[in-house]
């Protein structure tokens, strides 16, 4: 079964996924995380899916508030994945020295973001250790030019 594990492991590798910002509100307060689990689930109504570590600040915030914002990251901007990546929100107030727009939800969207959705949660369901939120697009822009940032761990992290 170990070397089925490490095969299983070096495949994942092989599935692209983007680098994102998700913000969250709850009450008066906002945080944001990185996550690079996003994915589109629907023309009409358009919906997202992001998944979200159960251990996460920002779950709490998102499993209570019922919204969540997305900020795509360009590739030059990898520094903002580790900032929002490598401490919590219930330590750091991680928005404090980052500009940000709020649109309809009220959750925190980076005004550098290449482009970004702000998102109502109309289901979730627990998927091992995270929780895949699937949110209905009330929100969306492209805000800059250029490519989205491609995650490769070892580049980030």
Known sequence: MEKMD???GKALKCI???????GSKYEESVNAMTAVWLTRLSFKPQL?????GKSRFSHHMIERSGVFSVSVLGPRQKDLSRHFGLQSGRDT????DIPYITRVTGAPI???ALAYFDCKVVSSHETGDHTFFIGKVL???ICGEGEPAVY????IF
């Open 6 to 8: 490490k095969d299983i």
């Open 16 to 22: 692209t996924n983007g680098i994102y910002i998700i």
């Open 48 to 52: 997202l899916g992001v998944a979200v």
């Open 93 to 96: 107030d991680k928005l404090a």
């Open 110 to 112: 980076l005004k550098t």
């Open 139 to 141: 929100a969306a822009a």
């Open 152 to 155: 490769k761990k070892e580049e």
